[in-house]
């Protein structure tokens, strides 16, 4: 996937903004609140028709406007597509894909597969399990077809249950159907899960070797119930507790994944910018994997990635990401930090500055830099 031509218009502080980005690494550079991040912001609205900074649709669009748009011509290998995606200030959101609309979002989302990497992302070690679950269903709804039709009925039969439970004189028959259907969907969900972190871990590992060395480091998959147990019959034993609490305890809406040092949470012992190397790993591991099964490279967002990286991770993070063939967009405050993104292979340079974004003519020059 590679964006040919992107247009913003009325997106933050970007009034009218047209860039022609290249296939590789896309370096943006500009002061604290130029736009840089708000330039990520408009892929990740074209991408997934949010934001990645706010959950209200509001603050994103530029002061006085009543919506912004991002429109971009894409090449995902199998030819051109033409995207746009517009928000107003009601929260009408409107999607076009070569002039159609989509059946749902999740069209948008598969022709568009982007990674994101910001100093928010450090919580996929140490936050809640959700991001870490949306991390993996990124993943498995990208390699495996099948996974989002069963991953939404399985939402659909706990959202079901969890009704039911809610209820002070809850129908046991009624309660044994959905159930059912609970059980069977959970299946498949955990089953294309598992599969996919069975094979995900390998690239992650041999990935994560090539920027760190944590001996005994370690990734797992748990699918939110005992492994050793049938999960109807985890169901049954815990429909007491569960109706006393309201919803259920156990199954694929628990499952989380774990980054462990030995036996201890990894996340405990890593410093900050180790830390930033592990999650990169797997943001990056999982990009290439995507990659490697579907034979379409995904984009990458990367805001301010050379913060708490000395120069030498900086090194072998921007080298791993020249080696995978990805369209890259990164930011930063300081031009001369950047350097060590650009080397061998196709690049570009943006200064952004009070809204305006401008192609910079010295990324050469930007190459020889020592920083």
């Given at each position: 996937?590679?964006?040919?031509?992107?247009?913003?218009?009325?997106?933050?502080?970007?009034?009218?903004?047209?860039?022609?980005?290249?296939?590789?690494?896309?370096?943006?550079?500009?002061?604290?609140?130029?736009?840089?991040?708000?330039?990520?912001?408009?892929?990740?609205?074209?991408?997934?028709?949010?934001?990645?900074?706010?959950?209200?649709?509001?603050?994103?669009?530029?002061?006085?406007?009543?919506?912004?748009?991002?429109?971009?011509?894409?090449?995902?290998?199998?030819?051109?597509?033409?995207?746009?995606?517009?928000?107003?200030?009601?929260?009408?959101?409107?999607?076009?894909?070569?002039?159609?609309?989509?059946?749902?979002?999740?069209?948008?989302?598969?022709?568009?597969?982007?990674?994101?990497?910001?100093?928010?992302?450090?919580?996929?070690?140490?936050?809640?399990?959700?991001?870490?679950?949306?991390?993996?269903?990124?993943?498995?709804?990208?390699?495996?077809?099948?996974?989002?039709?069963?991953?939404?009925?399985?939402?659909?039969?706990?959202?079901?249950?969890?009704?039911?439970?809610?209820?002070?004189?809850?129908?046991?028959?009624?309660?044994?159907?959905?159930d059912a259907e609970f059980i069977s969907a959970s299946h498949l969900v955990d089953n294309y899960r598992a599969d996919y972190i069975a094979r995900f871990i390998p690239v992650w590992e041999s990935v994560l070797a090539k920027i760190l060395d944590v001996?005994?480091?370690?990734?797992?998959?748990?699918?939110?119930?005992?492994?050793?147990?049938?999960?109807?019959?985890?169901?049954?034993?815990?429909?007491?507790?569960?109706?006393?609490?309201?919803?259920?305890?156990?199954?694929?809406?628990?499952?989380?994944?774990?980054?462990?040092?030995?036996?201890?949470?990894?996340?405990?012992?890593?410093?900050?910018?180790?830390?930033?190397?592990?999650?990169?790993?797997?943001?990056?591991?999982?990009?290439?994997?995507?990659?490697?099964?579907?034979?379409?490279?995904?984009?990458?967002?990367?805001?301010?990635?050379?913060?708490?990286?000395?120069?030498?991770?900086?090194?072998?993070?921007?080298?791993?990401?020249?080696?995978?063939?990805?369209?890259?967009?990164?930011?930063?405050?300081?031009?001369?930090?950047?350097?060590?993104?650009?080397?061998?292979?196709?690049?570009?340079?943006?200064?952004?500055?009070h809204g305006n974004v401008m192609e910079y003519d010295e990324i050469q020059t930007l190459a020889n830099c020592q920083v």
């Amino acid at each position: 996937m590679t964006i040919q031509t992107l247009k913003i218009t009325s997106l933050r502080n970007l009034g009218a903004v047209e860039l022609q980005p290249v296939k590789g690494i896309n370096l943006l550079f500009g002061e604290n609140g130029s736009g840089k991040s708000s330039v990520l912001e408009a892929i990740h609205l074209m991408g997934l028709a949010r934001s990645f900074r706010s959950h209200r649709i509001k603050p994103v669009i530029q002061h006085d406007h009543s919506q912004c748009t991002v429109f971009a011509k894409v090449d995902n290998r199998s030819g051109l597509y033409s995207v746009g995606v517009s928000r107003g200030t009601e929260a009408e959101l409107r999607v076009h894909i070569n002039g159609s609309t989509p059946s749902g979002l999740h069209e948008l989302a598969e022709l568009v597969p982007l990674q994101l990497i910001t100093p928010s992302t450090f919580s996929l070690l140490d936050g809640a399990p959700k991001l870490r679950r949306q991390f993996l269903d990124w993943g498995v709804f990208h390699v495996e077809q099948g996974f989002h039709i069963a991953w939404k009925r399985m939402q659909r039969a706990l959202k079901q249950r969890n009704t039911l439970l809610r209820r002070g004189n809850i129908d046991r028959s009624q309660l044994s159907v959905w159930d059912a259907e609970f059980i069977s969907a959970s299946h498949l969900v955990d089953n294309y899960r598992a599969d996919y972190i069975a094979r995900f871990i390998p690239v992650w590992e041999s990935v994560l070797a090539k920027i760190l060395d944590v001996p005994d480091i370690s990734l797992s998959y748990y699918r939110g119930w005992d492994r050793s147990a049938d999960f109807s019959e985890v169901l049954a034993a815990s429909v007491d507790r569960d109706i006393a609490q309201g919803f259920t305890q156990y199954g694929p809406q628990r499952a989380d994944l774990r980054v462990k040092i030995g036996r201890a949470n990894a996340a405990d012992y890593l410093s900050r910018g180790q830390q930033k190397l592990v999650v990169s790993a797997l943001k990056i591991a999982q990009g290439a994997f995507f990659t490697e099964e579907s034979k379409r490279p995904c984009i990458y967002l990367i805001d301010d990635l050379p913060s708490e990286l000395d120069k030498t991770h900086r090194r072998l993070v921007c080298e791993l990401l020249r080696d995978l063939d990805f369209q890259v967009f990164i930011t930063c405050v300081e031009r001369e930090s950047l350097a060590d993104f650009v080397g061998a292979g196709p690049a570009k340079l943006f200064h952004v500055e009070h809204g305006n974004v401008m192609e910079y003519d010295e990324i050469q020059t930007l190459a020889n830099c020592q920083v």
